[in-house]
C-alpha cells in the first residue's frame, strides 16, 4: 500500500498540532500595561482514536476485508493453475520434439502461442495488482467516511473541539491522557450501528 499518503497525513496533523499547542498553549503572557496574566479559558476539549484498534474491532471492515481476501486468494489460484497450465503445455511441446511426434515447424509455431498465453497472463497478473491497490484504497477510504460519519454522530452529545487519529506506528501523538482515548466508545457505537 501506497505510504505517501499516510506520510503527508501525518506531516499535516503534526502542523495542526503545532499551531494549536502555539495558539491555545495557556502559557502566561504579559502586557506592557500592568503585566496581568492572560491564560487560555477557550474550553477546548480534546480526543483522540486509535485507528488501527479501531478497524481491528470494526466488524463492518472486518466483514469487508475478509471479502477481499477471498477475492484476492481466487484471483491469485486463477493465475497460478493458468500458468501451472501453461508449463505442462510447454512441457508436453518439448517432450514430444525430443520424440520426434511433432515437427520442428510445428513446434515453432506452438511455442509462438505459448509465448502469447503468457503474456497475456503477465499483463493479467499487472492488472489483478493494480485492482488490489486500487481495491485496497477504496476500502480504507470506504472505512474512514464510516468512521468520520460516525464521529459527527457522537460528538453530537459529547462536544470535543477537536478529535485526532493516532495509530501504533507513525503517529503524530506521542503522549497523551488515556481519559482522552475515545476508541473503545467509536468501537462500541460503530459495530451497533452496523447491525
Known sequence: MNKLPIIISVVALMAVILLFVDRFSGESKKTNSNETTVSNTDGIT?????????????????EKKTEFMQEQQMKEINLDSRYKALQR????????????????????????????????????????????????????????????NYLKIYNTTHNFSIIFATDTIGSAIMLAQDKMDITNDIIIGLNNRYK
Do not use: C, H
Open 89 to 148: 503445455k510447454a512441457y508436453e511441446i518439448q517432450r514430444k520434439v525430443e520424440g520426434r511426434m511433432m515437427t520442428p515447424t510445428k513446434a515453432q509455431k506452438k511455442q509462438e502461442e505459448l509465448a502469447l498465453e503468457q503474456q497475456r497472463i503477465m499483463q493479467d497478473k499487472q492488472m489483478y495488482e493494480i485492482e488490489i491497490m486500487e481495491s485496497k484504497q477504496e476500502m480504507m477510504l470506504e472505512m474512514l467516511d464510516s468512521v468520520k
Open 46 to 62: 480534546v480526543a483522540y482514536v486509535k485507528f488501527d484498534t479501531l478497524l481491528d474491532a470494526y466488524r463492518y471492515y472486518n
